[in-house]
């Protein structure tokens, strides 16, 4: 089994900064994959970015390209979200995701793993 801790959310300005953090524990050896999701109120899940194991693919959703940058620690078992130019639709609770397939996927269901979620809250 696999545990996801995620870490790095709060409230933020518009056109701050945050970096989210996300460390794995457990059956480490199983995930290849490490993405990141967000979900508000009345909505589905969403994909925001995926990056491979060795962070050779990256694959980010169009709203956050240029914007957001995900990468990956593996000695430390941590990935991390850097969001900069944050904007109040950024708003929503933020989940980490791992799955043992080795493709950026960005689809929710492709993931094994998931964290509970860490709120990042953006004011206008």
């Known amino acids: 089994q696999v545990q996801l801790m995620e870490a790095g959310g709060g409230l933020v300005q518009a056109g701050g900064s945050l970096r989210l953090s996300c460390v794995s524990s457990g059956s480490i050896f199983s995930i290849n994959t490490m993405g990141w999701f967000r979900q508000t109120p009345g909505k589905e899940r969403e994909f925001v970015a995926a990056?491979?194991?060795?962070?050779?693919?990256?694959n980010y959703a169009d709203s956050v390209k240029g914007r957001f940058t995900i990468s990956r620690d593996n000695a430390r078992n941590t990935a991390y979200l850097q969001m900069n130019s944050l904007k109040p639709e950024d708003t929503a609770v933020y989940y980490c995701a791992a799955r043992d397939g080795s493709s950026a996927s960005p689809l929710r269901e492709a993931y094994n793993y998931w964290g509970r979620g860490t709120q990042v809250t953006v004011s206008s």
């Open positions: 990056i491979s194991r060795s962070g050779g693919t990256i």
